[in-house]
Structures are given as C-alpha cells and as structure tokens.
C-alpha cells in the first residue's frame, strides 16, 4: 500500500510518500505516521473491500473520507500507486475528494 502525506509550508504544499505493508504491524506503521505528522484528514479509494482493514484502524483517529473510485480513475497520464495517491492527497487538500463515504472522529 502506498500513502501520501500532504503537509503546508507556508504557502507552499510538500507531498511525503510512504509504501507500507498489510499486516496489522504495518497498518500501525502508518497510523503512527499519520498522528505523528499531525494529520487530521485520511482520503482512500474504495475498491472492492480492500480499503475496510485500513479504515478500521485510523477511523478513531482521523477523519477519513472514502473517495469514489469512479473519480480517483481521472488520474491524468499512467496509473501507479504513487501518482494515485499523491492525486488522493490533492484532491482531498483543495476539498474536491467526492467521497463515496464521510466518517469524522467521534
């Protein structure tokens, strides 16, 4: 699985990405990651039922948006897990993530 980190400078925003495994140690990994980074907001694609384990682990936490797969397949040029996610991040930074799905922290 790979994540995008989008973090503000000023003005400016800087992308981190991060590959991670599947495993629960691994989706621990991320979730630390993201809470260390003060990261409020989580954006995934929802395809099939791969992206419950991931939101089952951060829903707690942050504020997770499950993006419509139909959108996220826009990604201009070549589709990779990078360029997927880092256009996630975007989307989600600029409010224009249409969401199959909205669940804030409680």
Not at 9 to 17: D, H, S, W
Request: net charge neutral.
């Amino acid at each position: 699985m790979v994540a995008c980190l989008r973090l503000h400078e000023g003005r400016r925003a800087k992308t981190e990405v991060r590959r991670f495994g599947t495993t629960t140690a691994e989706l621990l990994r991320l979730h630390e990651w993201l809470s260390h980074a003060a990261c409020t907001h989580v954006a995934m694609e929802s395809t099939s039922v791969y992206w419950k384990p991931v939101f089952n682990l951060l829903e707690g936490s942050f504020e997770v948006v499950l993006a419509n797969a139909y959108h996220i397949k826009a990604v201009p040029g070549r589709k990779t897990d990078v360029k997927d996610c880092e256009w996630i991040a975007n989307h989600l930074g600029r409010d224009a993530c249409d969401s199959s799905r909205s669940y804030g922290q409680e």
